[in-house]
């Protein structure tokens, strides 16, 4: 991967990932279950949605919407008590948009046993203006060798979102309406 083509396709300077890579802290408690007893799905997924919001904002220095999340995995449990690390990073940018990757961990708040990986999603976020129209945002320079490969991976997920999405409004498009 080359840096420069990160940096030369955009009016704006480019930011390396690790300038908005940010992780969300927090502790599970009973108002957070489900009715198994065990943390809500949904309660990881708003945690997932605030910290890729914090990236998706420090990355395009301004207001960005959730356009879209995808390939929520959920590995293990979450319990009452676990301590969640949500980590988020930009993997990709486009014109005006963003993906986000999140890994979520979760380790008990009171004994020193590493944390295990409970979670992971994609989302995209695009920047927005005062208007809520999509405004540029700047290239991202992938540092490392796993952004590299994370920017690699983000870009083929991209072509089939926009793939899938094109093959289904074609298929609505040709078909008779009821
Ligand atoms: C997301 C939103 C701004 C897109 O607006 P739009 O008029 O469709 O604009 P565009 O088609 O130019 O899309 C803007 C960017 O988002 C991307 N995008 C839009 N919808 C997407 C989707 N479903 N999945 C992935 N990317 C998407 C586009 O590919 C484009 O990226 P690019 O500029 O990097 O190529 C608009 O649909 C919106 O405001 N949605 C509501 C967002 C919100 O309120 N979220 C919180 C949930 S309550």
Redesign the pocket.
Known sequence: MNHQAHTAHGELPGKPTAASRTTLSHIMTAGDTNLLGTVHGGVIMKLADDAAGAVAGRHSEGPA????MDEMVFLEPVRVGDLVHVKAQVNWV????MEVGVRVLAERWNESTPATQVGSAYL?F?A?DED?K?RSVPPVIPETEKDRRRYQEAQIRRTH?LARRRAIKELRASRSPD
């Open positions: 919407v959730t356009a879209s486009g014109r005006t948009s995209v695009a927005i809520g999509p979102r």
